[in-house]
């Protein structure tokens, strides 16, 4: 989960619609799909359009500290449904994940907090608008500040959202992550630079093409490359050197009788010791390398290729690296190289973040 662009999220709803904003949090089970799935809930359970959602961040609980780690996030949700029933649907949905209300701030499936309705104040004995706890949460105010600018004003406090991170000594204990793999997390807080191995199964790669035409070559390679400390293998069973047709592109089936092995044969040796990413440009490539094993799909055309990856990938729950290619021939780009590679990964980054 990320925001939908690069810049902090304030467009504004129709006058019909509120801007919400709700916190999600879990540290019992599988805590991301546990988010994801009542993501999916608030998203088709008639609460409103979901217009962005932040990162992922890992925090320590709090209040009752003798439990799991949380996993954290915020969204932004257009509603027109009033406070209270907005607060009653999402009550429905944190019964309906298995939520049951025992010892407060204890251990839960999920939790669903509002935490901002507009620029409203609600001070009712069941609810309170802005959530009168927001500004003392580092898990509420690092993601919160990936929606809203430094400059936003907290409704009843006058305090901006700068002024209020600034004052929890806790922020740097809250770590923003990616989950990956069988409940595996990338921490991007932790000054820790994640090494890639590549391993192209390929005849015809410039720098390493026929070296691992087998799944025995490409197990020992990849056992090579993980005691040289890489923390992600990336498959590829296409070549993209210079002078290739890349228009034509290889036969899907030939590319999967590449790589698909050589996912299994690296699972079986390694199980999940290691993370797998598949490069590749096509979608069910991407779909049949992650049934056999891998974590991620690294897609060098970034969508464009094939029209069906991107809502492959959402169905898959799998981490996307949308990369930008241009097909030999036609490299040059009238408006600068970096006005073009930005235009063109906004435009796919923001169409990912739909699917």
Same mark, same amino acid.
């Given at each position: 989960?990320?925001?939908?662009?690069?810049?902090?999220?304030?467009?504004?709803?129709?006058?019909?619609?509120?801007?919400?904003?709700?916190?999600?949090?879990?540290?019992?089970?599988?805590?991301?799909?546990?988010? #994801?799935?009542?993501?999916?809930?608030?998203?088709?359970?008639?609460?409103?359009?979901?217009?962005?959602?932040?990162?992922?961040?890992? !925090?320590?609980?709090?209040? +009752?500290?003798?439990?799991?780690?949380?996993?954290?996030?915020?969204?932004?949700?257009?509603?027109?449904?009033?406070?209270?029933?907005?607060?009653?649907? $999402?009550?429905?949905? /944190?019964?309906?994940?298995? #939520?049951?209300?025992?010892? #407060?701030?204890?251990?839960?499936?999920?939790?669903?907090?509002?935490?901002?309705?507009?620029?409203?104040?609600?001070?009712?004995?069941?609810?309170?608008?802005?959530?009168?706890?927001?500004? /003392?949460?580092?898990?509420?105010?690092?993601? $919160?500040?990936?929606? $809203?600018?430094?400059?936003?004003?907290?409704?009843?406090?006058?305090?901006?959202?700068?002024?209020? !991170?600034?004052?929890?000594?806790?922020?740097?204990?809250?770590?923003? %992550?990616?989950?990956?793999?069988?409940?595996?997390?990338?921490?991007?807080?932790?000054?820790?630079?994640?090494?890639?191995?590549?391993?192209?199964?390929?005849?015809?790669?410039?720098?390493?093409?026929?070296?691992?035409?087998? %799944?025995?070559?490409? %197990?020992?390679?990849?056992?090579?490359?993980? /005691?040289?400390?890489?923390?992600?293998?990336?498959?590829?069973?296409?070549?993209?050197?210079?002078?290739?047709?890349?228009?034509?592109?290889?036969?899907?089936? /030939?590319?999967?009788?590449?790589?698909?092995?050589?996912?299994?044969?690296?699972?079986?040796?390694?199980?999940?010791?290691?993370?797998?990413?598949?490069?590749?440009?096509?979608?069910? !490539?991407?779909?049949?390398? +992650?049934?056999?094993?891998?974590?991620?799909?690294?897609?060098?055309?970034?969508?464009?290729?094939?029209?069906?990856?991107?809502?492959?990938?959402?169905? $898959?729950? +799998?981490?996307?690296?949308?990369?930008? @290619?241009?097909?030999?021939?036609?490299?040059?780009?009238?408006?600068?190289?970096?006005?073009?590679?930005?235009? +063109?990964?906004?435009?796919?980054?923001?169409?990912? @973040?739909?699917?």
């Amino acid at each position: 989960m990320c925001p939908n662009s690069t810049q902090n999220s304030m467009t504004t709803p129709s006058a019909a619609l509120k801007r919400a904003y709700i916190a999600m949090g879990s540290n019992m089970g599988r805590r991301a799909q546990n988010i #994801r799935r009542a993501l999916k809930c608030i998203a088709s359970d008639g609460l409103g359009a979901v217009s962005d959602t932040s990162f992922l961040y890992q !925090t320590k609980a709090q209040y +009752v500290t003798d439990q799991p780690d949380f996993l954290n996030c915020v969204l932004s949700l257009d509603t027109s449904l009033a406070p209270h029933d907005l607060l009653t649907k $999402l009550n429905d949905i /944190e019964a309906k994940m298995g #939520r049951v209300r025992t010892l #407060r701030y204890g251990p839960r499936p999920i939790d669903l907090d509002i935490l901002l309705y507009g620029d409203e104040v609600v001070d009712t004995p069941d609810l309170k608008i802005p959530h009168e706890r927001m500004q /003392e949460r580092d898990f509420v105010l690092a993601p $919160l500040r990936d929606l $809203l600018p430094g400059h936003w004003s907290h409704p009843t406090l006058g305090k901006t959202l700068s002024q209020l !991170t600034g004052s929890v000594q806790t922020m740097g204990e809250c770590h923003r %992550v990616m989950p990956v793999g069988e409940d595996q997390l990338l921490d991007w807080d932790a000054g820790k630079t994640f090494i890639m191995g590549v391993i192209n199964v390929t005849p015809d790669s410039f720098s390493d093409g026929g070296l691992y035409d087998t %799944v025995e070559k490409a %197990v020992e390679h990849a056992r090579t490359l993980i /005691e040289g400390g890489a923390d992600i293998l990336d498959l590829g069973g296409e070549s993209t050197r210079p002078g290739t047709n890349s228009l034509k592109g290889l036969d899907v089936n /030939e590319e999967q009788r590449r790589v698909l092995p050589v996912i299994k044969g690296i699972r079986e040796t390694f199980g999940d010791s290691i993370l797998l990413s598949v490069d590749t440009r096509n979608a069910s !490539t991407a779909r049949k390398a +992650v049934e056999a094993g891998a974590d991620m799909v690294n897609d060098i055309w970034g969508g464009l290729w094939d029209p069906e990856m991107m809502d492959t990938v959402a169905d $898959l729950e +799998v981490p996307y690296v949308c990369m930008h @290619m241009r097909p030999h021939g036609q490299e040059k780009y009238p408006g600068g190289v970096v006005n073009e590679v930005h235009k +063109v990964l906004t435009t796919q980054v923001q169409a990912a @973040m739909k699917a």
